[in-house]
C-alpha cells in the first residue's frame, strides 16, 4: 500500500489532481480507473475524482507493479487541476505568459502543456478557453481540440465561468465590499470579502462579476489599496516574488458536453501562502482551514 499525506501545497486539491501529477506520465484513463475503482482511499474510505483533500488528510493506494513504474521520480514541471478527453486545467504560476508575446524565444504555459502532452500522448495542439495575466497564479483552462474550444468558448460567452480569486493588497479594508468603477468605458463590477489583516495589508477574495481586462488589479488601484508586488497599477515591489500577489483560486463551470458543474480548487503557491502567513494574523495552519470556508462565487454575488 501506497502512503501519503497532505501538505500545505495540496490543501484543497481535487483527489484526481492529486492522483494525476503523482503519477504524471500515466494515460488519463488509467487515473479514472484508479479512482473508480476504489483502489484509492482518503482517510480509509473510497474517493471520488472531484473530492477536495484537506491538511493532514492520508490517502492510500493499492500498490501494483505497473503504478509504482509510474510513480513521479520529480516533481512535475506543471500542475494539472483537471483533465478530460476535452480540456487540461493548469495551476499557472506567476511570471509566465499563456499566450505568445512580443518575444519570440519566450517560452509560455501553452508551449509547456503542448510539450507535456507529447510526450504523455503522442499529441498535443492546445488552445486558451480564459485568460489570466503573466503575473498572477492559478487556474487556465486550455482546450484539447478546436471544438472543444468553440464549445467551452461558447459556454463562457453565454454563462461564464464563476470566478473567485485571492489577493493580497496594501491598507487596511472594510469586512467587505463592492467597486463599482467603468473601465474603457464598460459598467465593471468587483466585490471582496476580507479574510485577514494585518501588517499594513489584507488578504482578500475576490470576486470579479463583470470581466474586463486587467479588471481586479485596475480597480483596487482606483479605491487606494493596489495589489503588492503590481507595479503596473500602484503595488510596492515584493522581493523575490514571480509576479504580483493576486491568485485564480477557485474556478466553477458547467462542463458544456456532460452537462456536469465542475469545481476547479487551485492550490496556493508557495509564495503566496508564505507573504499572506506574514504579514497576516494567523499561523499557516489557521489560514490554510479559513481558505475552505471561504463563500463560492454565486453566493458572493447574492448577498
Known sequence: MLT???AAKDHLRRVDSFTRNLLPSAQFSYIKKLISSGHLKVNGAPAAPGELLRLGDQITIKESSKTTALLARLTPELDILFEDT???CLNKPAGIAVHRTEDPEEITLVDLAEALLQKRDGSGKLRPVNRLDKGTSGAIILAKSAVAAGMFGKMIQEEGLGKLYLAVV???????????AALDG??????YVRLLQ????????????????????QHFRMIGHPILGDKRYGGRSLTGFAGHALHSFRTTLMHPATGEE???PAPLPEQLLRLASRFGS???????????EIPAAEAAALS
Open 4 to 6: 501519503y499525506q497532505i
Open 86 to 88: 476535452w480540456i487540461l
Open 170 to 180: 496594501e491598507g487596511k479594508l472594510q469586512k467587505q465590499g463592492t467597486i463599482d
Open 186 to 191: 464598460k459598467e465593471s463590477q468587483t466585490s
Open 198 to 217: 494585518g501588517g499594513g495589508v489584507a488578504l482578500l477574495a475576490v470576486y470579479p462579476l463583470t470581466g474586463r481586462m486587467h479588471q481586479i488589479r
Open 262 to 264: 465542475i469545481d476547479v
Open 282 to 292: 494567523m499561523g499557516e495552519e489557521a489560514l490554510l482551514s479559513a481558505l475552505g
